[in-house]
């Protein structure tokens, strides 16, 4: 079965970066788009940032110009480069990944990774 794994949450001091990975593994056969939502408490999942495989990117509104998307089509791994970070920032951030595993399209999703930044 297929799954993705994040890695590179933690704590971090406002206006501070952070990276965030993720590697899509098991029994799939292409990786179309990939993508970073998150979600903080008590509020509803959102977008940060999608990628597709030609190197297309969508930023959420509040990322732009602080967030960069960028993916390794030979690896099936997608990273996020958080700069400038905001406490508002603060979540749990998930992988997304859309892709053809036993011959169906289907979207999958990563455990989650918490990123906290204080002020």
């Known amino acids: 079965q297929v799954q993705l794994v994040e890695s590179g949450g933690g704590l971090v001091q406002a206006g501070g970066s952070l990276r965030l990975s993720c590697a899509a593994s098991g029994r799939l056969f292409r990786v179309y788009a990939m993508g970073w939502y998150r979600q903080a408490p008590g509020k509803q999942r959102e977008l940060v940032a999608t990628?597709?495989?030609?190197?297309?990117?969508n930023y959420a509104e509040s990322m732009k110009g602080r967030f960069t998307i960028s993916r390794d089509n030979a690896k099936n791994t997608v990273s996020l480069q958080m700069n400038s970070l905001k406490p508002e920032d603060t979540a749990v951030y998930y992988c997304?990944?859309?892709?053809?595993?036993?011959?169906?399209?289907?979207?999958?999703w990563g455990q989650g990774t918490q990123v906290t930044v204080s002020s």
């Open positions: 997304h990944a859309y892709l053809l595993s036993l011959g169906s399209l289907a979207n999958y």
């Open positions: 990628i597709t495989p030609g190197g297309s990117t």
